[in-house]
């Protein structure tokens, strides 16, 4: 087995001194925070601390699980709650040469089973009860699916069990052997694929982008220069883990400080308030949806949230008026990346940037990252203001798609520049503003929602002849799912329909909120339906209804 180097870092040092840090995974910074600093607060939760010691033990407990599943490289379904114990199993995934595949916790059951299929992960990793509700039905339905499927049950505890199905559809359980492993596998090094994690596009099914440990801690390096970062920073982390901002905010950046991360299963206005006061909690992240909620409470009215230093927010359009009235009431500078999943980060706003640039911008195009241009003829755009869908190409990039060779050519240029959907305007002085979206995505509080896909779930519904999805403005969540069909039954309601896609395990975010029933849908000169009529006349009925 390889043995893990020494390192001697001190807490706060990644933010002076992050050169240091070049090909260190988080698996060895938390075995090395669990010697040098093992009764150290590493996760706090509403009703729990977890130690840097205790965080250690978990990920060697799972990383015991998965042991027993067989050795060699693998992939492992990671289904876990947005707690200290996801990270762990991150943790335990690399220590045992395994790919982590990173699945929301909101998750319904053909989502899961989706992401498990296509990275033929064989093992999942999960707990017993997931945002209050008992896994055992889910995980009977997935091994339905996937004969073969070995589970692990996990709690930040580091209590694990194994259960795996034989041949012949008996149910075992086999004890687990806890063993420390080396911080890091022969399998990996820092630059090699460790995770992936969905992303929806316009082909309707998730896709899995990979992951690797450096680009997340270049990412870390410029999230911590941007915010000015110091060795005492207590963290929130709001934001979903599996997904990339949830990762380099909790996974990634408070690791590699040593800092204290304080996280919730369930996202909870009141109670995020609570701990920002009780935690002092100096580094906020979450996505506009989560902040806004935050300036609407009652709550915040009188709680002390002077302790709060910045916040980096995003996954959606930052309102300017919003975050001035943040930055008013809690003296926090508000901070956002630009970028994807994909790509990482393009554009950074950081707490030397005067008002205009970091309330009204993205900020200025990262150093190391390159920017390309292009018109709706896909020819390059020059000239000291770009206006256009963007292309990058830098050391913050993931390595594609998983195994999707068509995807990855929606994905790059010919040159192999990787393409955003957006349509962005980049000013003389490399500021980026988003004026728009090719890519037909919802974002609703931040999480991107594939409008092909909501289609596709809503249509499987029998009275439903044609649907087009939209995303109608919403004052909170920046936009809400819309669903406009054609339907042999015109009283179809988002009541009746949310019935028959739960009963179906659609995953929450993919539940229209609102449904309209049409005669007919609009449709454009080529014969396909001509969304911005069909997402005006759904703002319209909206409007009518108050």
Known sequence: MLETKTLDFTVGEFATNPDRFAGVSISEMVRHWSETIPDETAFVTPESRVSWKQYDAAADAIASALDLAGEGYGHVAVLLPDTAVFHAALCAAFRTGRVAVGIGSRSGIREISHLIARSEASVLVTTRTLRGVDTAELVASLRAEHPGLDVVFADERADVSFERV???????????????????????VTSAVSMLNSTSGTTGLPKLVTQTEDRWVGFSEIAAEAAAIGPDEVFLGAVPAPFGFGLWTSHFLPALLGARNVVMERFDVSVMIELIERERVTALNCVSTQFKMLLRSEAAESADLSSLRFMFTGGEAVPYSEALAFEQRTGAAVLQFYGSNETGAVSVTTVSDGSDTRLKT??????????????DAAKEVTGSVRRGQPAVNGPLMCQGYWGDVDANDELYTDDGWMLLGDIVEIDETGRVRVVGRKADIIIRGGKNISAVEVEEYVRAHPSVELVAVVGVDDPLFGEKVCAVVVSADDDLSSVDLTAWLQSRGVTREYIPEYVMTVAELPMAAGGKVAKGEVKALAQRRIAELG
């Open 166 to 188: 034989s041949a012949n559809g008996e149910l075992t359980s086999l004890p687990v052997e806890l063993k420390q492993f080396p911080a890091t596998s022969p399998c990996f």
């Open 362 to 375: 993205c900020g200025h195009v990262i150093d190391r990252m390159q920017v390309r241009v292009f018109d």
